[in-house]
Each structure stands twice: as structure tokens, then as C-alpha cells.
């Protein structure tokens, strides 16, 4: 006889926009930012958003959110972030 098949069943977190404005930096900041964001292949919002997710992990606060399993292991961060 087979054992039987358990599943794993995790509860969804709901999602919520992150509107982010009235920021105003400097020209070559923006620069800085803009290209950064273009070398990773993503937009400046989802390098600002990766950024800040480094900083939340750093300090050992736990989250889940858009981040995949070992996004943050190679920036040293691998504290509690799940996807």
C-alpha cells in the first residue's frame, strides 16, 4: 500500500500596492539609480524595492514578498526571507 499523500498548504498573504512619491534626489543620483536598475535587468522601482527588502533582511526582520528563494544568499542577506 502507498502512504498517503500529504500536501503542504501555506497561507497566502494578500497583496498590497507600495506607492512611492514625492521623492526628489539629485540629477546624477538618478542617474546612478537609473542605470544600476537597467545593468540588473529590472525597473528602478523593483531595484528600490530589492534594496530596501537587503536593508529589512539585514536587520533580521522576517517578510515574505515578490523575492525568490536565494535572491538575497548571494548579497550575504539570508536571514528568514521567504518567498
Excluded: H
Excluded at 498517503?4 to 506607492?19: H, N, S, W
Excluded at 545593468?39 to 514578498?65: D, S, W, Y
Aim: glycine share 8%; no cysteine; aromatic share 10%.
Amino acid at each position: 500500500m502507498s502512504e498517503p499523500q500529504t500536501t503542504k498548504t501555506t497561507k497566502r498573504e494578500g497583496r498590497a500596492p507600495v506607492m512611492l512619491r514625492g521623492a526628489s534626489v539629485m540629477t546624477s543620483y538618478r542617474d546612478a539609480l537609473f542605470d544600476a536598475a537597467n545593468r540588473a535587468g529590472m525597473t528602478p522601482n523593483e531595484f528600490v524595492l530589492q534594496a530596501a527588502a537587503e536593508k529589512l533582511a539585514a536587520t533580521g526582520r522576517p517578510f515574505t514578498g515578490i523575492f525568490y528563494p536565494g535572491d538575497f544568499t548571494k548579497a550575504g542577506y539570508d536571514r528568514q526571507v521567504r518567498a
